[in-house]
């Protein structure tokens, strides 16, 4: 099941602080809007987003349909595919993406330990 690009999405207090203590490890702006309490900061191959009032915890987020670089892909799984899967095989969902649409959509679901996993597709 390819799920798409993979991140991290901190739910910070303080995105200014925040933001200058990972550029201390060799994060950068990626993307995002400071102004809007969000932005996305890569070291390398390595991404990590900082989002203050937007989520309760930190989230685990895959985004089908995008490169590490948020690029579209020429292939990949749609949203709506992989949801359908995941009911098939058990998983239960906190939000779900509607499957009459097509284009960007989102599902929410927790792992066993209440981690949430946010599956944003954009395209």
């Known amino acids: 099941m390819e799920l798409g690009n993979f991140s991290i999405s901190l739910a910070v207090k303080d995105i200014r602080a925040s933001k200058a203590f990972y550029e201390k490890l060799g994060f950068q702006v990626f993307m995002g809007d400071i102004s809007q309490n969000w932005l996305i900061l890569k070291n390398g191959e390595h991404v990590i987003g900082l989002f203050q009032g937007m989520f309760e915890r930190n989230t685990i ?3 089908p349909g995008w490169d590490r670089n948020a690029n579209k ?3 990949f799984t749609d ?3 992989l949801q359908r899967r ?4 058990g998983v239960e969902f906190v939000s779900e993406a509607d499957e009459t649409s097509q284009g960007p959509a989102y599902f929410i679901l927790l792992d066993p330990d209440g981690n949430p996993i946010y599956v944003d597709q954009h395209v």
């Open 61 to 63: 987020t895959f985004n």
């Open 73 to 75: 892909l020429g292939t």
């Open 79 to 81: 949203i709506r595919d």
């Open 86 to 89: 995941l009911k098939e095989q």
